[in-house]
């Protein structure tokens, strides 16, 4: 299985800021997402991130909010740009591979609270 | 609208109960997840189910897929504290040309008090 490392796991940003999320898998994978889950909510998918070309975005989300970069199988950055109440959420990676079955795993999570 | 409807969303019940949690959509789906999540953490994976009509057992816990691949459940029995927690349905719908990508339902939190 996948092993999932999120940075930071916790944070409190100031509204008008950005930040920047880092996701690294100990193992190359084919397909590495990015999801969003509000307080109390369920999980939504915001983009998926491709590797050495722009990430594809869901409806509702787009690259000016949350750009995305992902230069190589194992490494993934989101960033939550120009940050509001609204944005405060946990951040979630996720990744899948074909060698594994495409078996999804997911981080821990990054936890924003924006004040 | 939801494509996946989860059901119910909350439940509390207590120790040695047993429960079933539904996955309800319109769509047809590649594959169907249950994941558990606790407070502060990510989502775990519990099972995967890909057949219509496959079961799948899990010590107490018991995954349906339905036949026409709508539909899932989640059955628990005996219910334990340690079986509190968020648990989710998540799926591929087949009209997705990519794997990997999931669709959640709204979650059912289950409380199981001593």
């Known amino acids: 299985s996948a092993v999932i490392s999120q940075k930071p796991s916790r944070d409190i940003c100031q509204r008008g800021t950005s930040l920047t999320i880092q996701c690294q898998v100990d193992?190359?994978?084919?397909?590495m997402f990015w999801y969003r889950q509000q307080p109390g909510q369920s999980l939504t998918l915001i983009a998926t991130?491709?590797?050495?070309?722009?990430?594809?975005?869901e409806s509702g989300f787009v690259i000016d909010k949350f750009p995305i970069s992902r230069p190589n199988l194992t490494f993934s950055t989101l960033t939550v740009s120009n940050m509001s109440p609204e944005d405060s959420s946990i951040y979630l990676c996720?990744?899948?591979?074909?060698?594994?079955?495409?078996?999804?795993?997911f981080g821990e999570g990054s936890w924003l609270t924006v004040v | 609208t939801q494509l996946l409807e989860q059901s119910p969303q909350f439940l509390s019940i207590q120790e040695g109960e047993n429960l079933t949690v539904y996955c309800n959509s319109s769509?047809?789906?590649?594959?169907l997840q249950w994941y558990r999540q606790e407070p502060g953490e990510g989502p775990v994976l519990l099972v995967t189910?890909?057949?219509?009509?496959e079961v799948k057992k899990l010590k107490r816990l018991t995954f349906q897929f339905g036949d026409a691949r709508k539909d899932s459940s989640l059955h628990i029995t005996a219910a334990q504290t340690g079986d509190t927690g968020l648990y989710l349905c998540?799926?591929?719908?087949?009209?997705?040309?990519?794997?990997?990508?999931?669709?959640f339902g709204q979650g059912t939190e289950l409380s199981v008090k001593p």
């Open positions: 996720s990744v899948s591979d074909r060698d594994s079955g495409n078996t999804i795993y």
């Open positions: 193992s190359q994978v084919t397909m």
């Open positions: 998540a799926g591929t719908p087949s009209f997705y040309n990519q794997g990997g990508k999931l669709i």
């Open positions: 769509s047809v789906f590649s594959s």
């Open positions: 189910v890909v057949t219509g009509g």
């Open positions: 991130a491709n590797q050495g070309s722009e990430a594809t975005y």
